[in-house]
T-cell receptor
Framework: NAGVMQNPRHLVRRRGQEARLRCSPM?????VYWYRQLPEEGLKFMVY????????ESGMPKERFSAEFPKEGPSILRIQQVVRGDSAAYFC???????????FGSGTRLTVV | KQEVTQIPAALSVPEGENLVLNCSFT??????LQWFRQDPGKGLTSLLL?????REQTSGRLNASLDKSSGRSTLYIAASQPGDSATYLC???????????FGAGTTVTVRA
């Protein structure tokens, strides 16, 4: 069981470029959550997805951010036209059922230069 | 809104000493509480998960208690080792919800 796989581990983007972060949940887990950890701040919920459905995106900025979890393949968090303030660690978690037993990935550290 | 507070923010102890990490939350209507460990530049490792109906959970040298009515959880680490040095995060899920609300963490340093 490979756990929750996130890639890339580190991502550097220039201001205005797009960032794509990928997350493959644990085998058997159909619930995926994205969290963001800003420097010197705690982890904050961004979005909750199930296969082909966005359940709750209340924690995601209204502009430039989007997420998907297609029928086949990993979940993708997409940030368009990145700005310096987007620099953070983005963590994905999965669970077998809603609300229970989250497993986190190693995160993607995004640096915007 | 659920607020989660962890005290102290940082802790430095000599090897062998027992560690006591505190977590408090404002809304006692929780579904479960989870303790995580985070090493610098790394992801989160789940340590213990306590359901709202439970009072404590144990795993090896780790023991976590939960007092839902007072909105508190305590993580005890017995006989600390340098390898225990990390940031420990407390997170709660409210009833009828799924979002984890995290505390800011306690950064632990165990001196050899």
């Amino acid at each position: 069981n490979a756990g929750v796989m996130q890639n890339p581990r580190h991502l550097v983007r220039r201001r205005g470029q797009e960032a794509r972060l990928r997350c493959s949940p644990m085998k058997g887990h159909s619930h995926v959550y994205w969290y963001r950890q800003l420097p010197e701040e705690g982890l904050k919920f961004m979005v909750y997805l199930q296969k082909e459905n966005i359940i709750d995106e209340s924690g995601m900025p209204k502009e430039r951010f989007s997420a998907e979890f297609p029928k086949e393949g990993p979940s993708i968090l997409r940030i368009q036209q990145v700005v310096r303030g987007d620099s953070a660690a983005y963590f994905c978690a999965s669970s077998p059922t809603e609300s229970y037993g989250y497993t986190f990935g190693s995160g993607t550290r995004l640096t915007v230069v | 809104k659920q607020e989660v507070t962890q005290i102290p923010a940082a802790l430095s102890v000599p090897e062998g000493e027992n560690l006591v990490l505190n977590c408090s939350f404002t809304d006692s209507a929780i579904y479960n509480l989870q303790w995580f460990r985070q090493d610098p530049g790394k992801g989160l490792t789940s340590l213990l998960l306590i359901q709202s109906s439970q009072r404590e959970q144990t795993s090896g040298r780790l023991n976590a208690s939960l007092d839902k009515s007072s909105g508190r959880s305590t993580l005890y680490i017995a006989a600390s080792q340098p390898g225990d040095s990390a940031t420990y995060l407390c997170a709660v899920v409210r009833s009828n919800d799924y979002k984890l609300s995290f505390g800011a963490g306690t950064t632990v340093t165990v001196r050899a």
